[in-house]
């Protein structure tokens, strides 16, 4: 439809141009179609030259993307150090804390931070357990809501948005998401939080980052 257009609108134009300087029979009609097969023609040449270049944009349009979005998520990757214990030990992009890429992690009164843990457990699971508590000045605190919680209700799949559900199979990768609330009554002092996935009373993972609550 779109030629038939451009075909008609040549033939109109080049005949309002052509007709009006020439009547005599014949005059007209091949300078007309020769100008309406060159400008069709024309037209054809361009719009391949476009569609020939689009593969091209769209695949560095999508590479771009793609790095952009690689480099975002290793730069929002938390530093933590791994519990003294039995746990898996974390790699470094495993664990993502808002608004904290280098400890000490700055615990704001009055906000929620969230926590982002990704991990893959080394046996069945048949329950998984929250366990959480602040260090202050070598003694341990629990965090109110979260600590000695389950956990089954905060497991995704890999992709990070599909629900997962306990149990958990063995050598299967997982998403852990959870949140606190930085209460307006805690002090302004430095702690450690100690964060662990617990089963039958044995660590699945766990980690340790220096906080302070400003």
Known sequence: PHCIYLYFRCIYKNLCISIAPNRSKGSHRKPLARKTTQHISAKFAIHRQRKEKEPTMKFSVFAITFAFTCFV???????VRQCQGGAKKLESTEVLISNCEKPPCKLRRKTEVSIEEKFTPDRDLKTLTTTVHAEILGIPLPFIGVDNTSACDNLFEEDGTTKAACPLQAGKNYVY??????????????????????????????????AKII
């Not at 998520?73 to 530093?79: D, F, G, V």
């Not at 307006?184 to 702690?191: A, M, Q, R, V």
């Open 73 to 79: 998520s290793l730069s929002q990757a938390t530093e």
């Open 177 to 210: 998401k959870n949140s606190f609330k930085v209460l307006e009554i805690y002090p302004k002092t430095s702690l450690v939080v100690h964060w662990a996935l617990t089963s039958d009373n044995k660590d699945v993972t766990c980690f340790e980052v220096p």
